[in-house]
């Protein structure tokens, strides 16, 4: 069985039906290193973002029913920290004193579990606020419920619990009122994604986390939606509770029947697949990172015959 990247026969290069396998060739560009294929998908980036990267933190407050003004103070005065790649930002149970959300990189958020594994909740990116789940401990004191680990380079924000609190004192109850309101639905929302989540196929979890990384890291090319960050084949299956080898065997069959496609290390949501309907149709909250109309694409797939 191939997996992923792997070279496929030549005959299958030909447009086979049900197979889609992509070159490292598009256009003009022809990505023979590491450092060619980073400058190309930085290159789509700014030709075409999906989302407005500068703003969307600001766009995500805005959503949630706090007013501009508000919002712009609270990104106006904040101070920003850089951090490598693969480095720890806060563990669990650590003080939850601080605000962060993410101006620049990509950060997992990891919760881990009593056995000794880990699922990792989320890839963070620009716009997401760290910490949505930290709770308040025996002592009245906000812990961090999950921890967090850069998985590229990152320029990440932060302001205090305090700044934030003495902000919401200067809304009125009608914008307070709307605020719970709307973090209350997001709330319900999540619990509402993770009770159908847990019901589906594996092959239904990767669909939905796949339309999902679509929405946040997807850039439109002329095959589909590109994501410009290579979720890895552990990330897969600690988003789905599932094992790498399930991972393999599903992400190959997705590719055989045309719903993505690789070009060199990337990711293609193709079009007319039922996972690029998806990104198509969702909304994406940056800061509350609020989920997809919940459901999979299978159980809406077209019934497509498939040349074996």
């Known amino acids: 069985m191939q997996f992923f990247g792997d070279q496929a026969p030549a005959e299958r290069q030909k447009g086979a039906p049900g197979r889609r396998i992509f070159q490292s060739q598009t256009g003009n560009h022809f990505l023979k290193s590491k450092q060619s294929q980073t400058a190309f998908v930085g290159s789509k980036m700014n030709e075409f973002p999906l989302l407005n990267r500068a703003n969307v933190f600001e766009a995500g407050l805005f959503s949630w029913g706090i007013p501009q003004q508000t919002a712009k103070e609270l990104t106006k005065h904040h101070t920003e920290l850089n951090y490598a790649a693969g480095k720890l ?104 994604y993770y009770a159908t989540f847990v019901g589906l196929s594996s092959r239904e979890r990767i669909e939905m986390v796949m339309a999902e990384l679509g929405r946040k890291f997807g850039v439109p090319d002329s095959d589909g939606v590109l994501l410009t960050f290579e979720p890895t084949t552990s990330d897969l299956a600690e988003m789905i509770g599932s094992s790498r080898p399930v991972v393999g065997r599903v992400m190959a069959d997705l590719i055989e029947d045309g719903e993505i496609g690789r070009r060199d290390r990337k990711y293609i949501l193709l079009h007319g697949g039922a996972i690029e309907a998806m990104v198509s149709e969702g909304s994406h909250i940056g800061n509350g990172h609020m989920p997809p109309s919940i459901q999979p694409a299978a159980l809406g797939r077209r019934a497509t015959h498939l040349r074996r």
């Open 89 to 192: 930002i806060f563990s669990q149970g650590s003080a939850a004193d601080i605000v962060l959300w993410i101006v620049k990189g990509v950060v997992r958020e990891i919760c881990p579990n009593p056995n000794g594994n880990q699922t990792l909740v989320r890839l963070a990116t620009a716009g997401d606020i760290l910490g949505l789940a930290d709770k308040l401990n025996e002592k009245g004191q906000w812990i961090r419920r999950f921890e967090a680990w850069t998985a590229t380079e990152c320029v990440l924000a932060i302001v205090t619990r305090q700044h934030v609190r003495n902000l919401l004192m200067d809304m009125t109850p009608e914008e307070l009122l709307a605020l719970s309101e709307r973090m209350t639905s997001a709330s319900s929302e999540w619990v509402q």
